[in-house]
């Protein structure tokens, strides 16, 4: 099995989220197959997890010199305050006991430094990866009771606001049936012979010259101290007619820069070149889904 063969989730990660320089602290990085790659963009990745034996292989396999991986007794994060500039969260926060989740999370903003961000990639819907583990138990099986619990978490995070959701999607690429059997299907032969059947027919039809192609959903959100609320204003389209000036710098307030804008000015009080009681703005969606888009004024409200 080949998880991710196109790199999609450093490329999505290292675009929404500065980590050139960076101090970088990973949180559930199991063997360690994102923290490489965060290391070649970071000046310093620790990387921690609860679970010893998938650290073991980590430290097999990663040997970069600007990576630690350490141990996370009881899942805790103990590190002195503002030690970091990024934490990530890389598909790990689900994993999470529920009832660990907030405090998880209100650890990690406290590791950060000013301007520090936390990066959370979830397991998002669609795809036939996806597919198959909610309809057969493939792999960990059907996660959207602790996905959503994750997404909740997120957004109850006092005085942090979520950026906007970006959904990619992730390929897995397995040799056969077999391949995917063996290495996601524990206990397969012991199934009724109609389930059976009805997984080879699943997996066949997703079968290639590569081999069997399946994808799965994926949701990325950048966490920024401060928080966002609508009030009213123009469109969208009026918005993108102007320029605004972002620690310095012009650029066209495009739909990207826009929430860009949103996210990294933390305390919006006034954004040169930007009359904020007449800007278009998405702010983190309470049902803990999606962004919502509205027309509004940014309001500081930390
Ligand atoms: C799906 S794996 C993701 C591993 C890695 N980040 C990746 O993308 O390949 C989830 C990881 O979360 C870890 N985990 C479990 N409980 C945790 C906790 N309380 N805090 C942080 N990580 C935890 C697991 O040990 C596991 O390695």
Same mark, same amino acid.
Request: charged share 30%; with cysteine; glycine share 10%.
């Given at each position: 099995?080949?998880? @991710?063969? @196109?790199?999609?989730?450093?490329?999505?990660?290292? %675009?929404?989220?500065?980590? !050139?320089?960076?101090?970088?602290?990973?949180?559930?990085?199991?063997?360690? /197959?994102?923290?490489?790659?965060?290391? /070649?963009?970071?000046?310093?990745?620790?990387?921690?997890?609860? @679970?010893?034996?998938?650290?073991?292989?980590?430290?097999?396999? %990663?040997?970069?010199?600007?990576? =630690?991986?350490?141990?996370?007794?009881?899942?805790?994060?103990?590190?002195?305050?503002?030690?970091?500039?990024?934490?990530?969260?890389?598909?790990?926060?689900?994993?999470?006991?529920?009832?660990?989740?907030?405090?998880?999370?209100?650890?990690?903003?406290?590791?950060? =430094?000013?301007?520090?961000?936390?990066?959370?990639?979830?397991?998002?819907?669609?795809?036939?990866?996806?597919?198959?583990?909610? +309809?057969?138990?493939?792999?960990?099986?059907?996660?959207?009771?602790?996905?959503?619990?994750?997404?909740?978490?997120?957004?109850?995070?006092?005085?942090?606001?979520?950026?906007?959701?970006?959904?990619?999607?992730? +390929?897995?690429?397995? %040799? @056969?049936?077999?391949?995917?059997?063996?290495?996601?299907?524990?206990?397969?032969?012991?199934?009724?012979?109609?389930?059976?059947?009805?997984? +080879?027919?699943?997996?066949?039809?997703? /079968? &290639?010259?590569?081999?069997?192609?399946?994808?799965?959903?994926? =949701?990325?959100?950048?966490?920024? =101290?401060?928080?966002?609320?609508?009030?009213?204003?123009? &469109?969208?389209?009026?918005?993108?007619?102007?320029?605004?000036? !972002?620690?310095? /710098?012009?650029?066209?307030?495009?739909?990207?820069?826009?929430?860009?804008?949103?996210?990294?000015?933390?305390?919006?009080?006034?954004?040169?070149?930007?009359?904020?009681?007449?800007?278009?703005?998405?702010?983190?969606?309470?049902?803990? +889904?999606?962004?919502?888009?509205?027309?509004?004024?940014?309001?500081?409200?930390?």
């Amino acid at each position: 099995m080949l998880q @991710d063969p @196109d790199d999609t989730y450093i490329a999505t990660i290292a %675009a929404h989220c500065d980590l !050139l320089g960076k101090e970088v602290l990973e949180v559930g990085c199991g063997t360690g /197959r994102i923290t490489r790659d965060l290391a /070649r963009h970071a000046a310093r990745v620790v990387a921690v997890d609860p @679970d010893k034996g998938a650290l073991a292989k980590a430290r097999a396999t %990663a040997p970069a010199a600007t990576v =630690r991986f350490l141990p996370m007794p009881d899942g805790v994060l103990d590190f002195p305050p503002a030690s970091f500039d990024v934490v990530i969260y890389t598909l790990s926060l689900h994993h999470v006991p529920p009832d660990q989740m907030d405090e998880s999370l209100r650890t990690a903003a406290g590791l950060l =430094r000013e301007g520090g961000v936390i990066v959370v990639v979830e397991p998002d819907e669609g795809g036939s990866f996806t597919e198959a583990k909610e +309809r057969f138990g493939a792999g960990s099986g059907d996660e959207r009771p602790a996905r959503e619990a994750a997404i909740r978490a997120m957004h109850g995070l006092e005085g942090w606001s979520v950026g906007e959701t970006v959904r990619f999607r992730v +390929r897995f690429l397995f %040799a @056969d049936e077999d391949d995917f059997i063996a290495s996601k299907l524990p206990g397969f032969g012991e199934q009724p012979e109609a389930h059976r059947r009805t997984v +080879r027919e699943f997996l066949a039809r997703h /079968r &290639t010259a590569e081999g069997i192609v399946l994808d799965a959903g994926r =949701r990325l959100n950048v966490l920024r =101290r401060g928080s966002l609320q609508l009030i009213a204003g123009r &469109t969208a389209q009026e918005f993108n007619q102007r320029k605004v000036r !972002l620690h310095g /710098r012009e650029m066209p307030a495009d739909q990207e820069n826009k929430s860009v804008q949103l996210q990294t000015v933390g305390p919006i009080r006034s954004v040169p070149g930007v009359d904020l009681e007449r800007c278009f703005i998405r702010s983190p969606s309470p049902d803990c +889904r999606s962004s919502r888009e509205g027309s509004g004024r940014a309001q500081n409200v930390a």
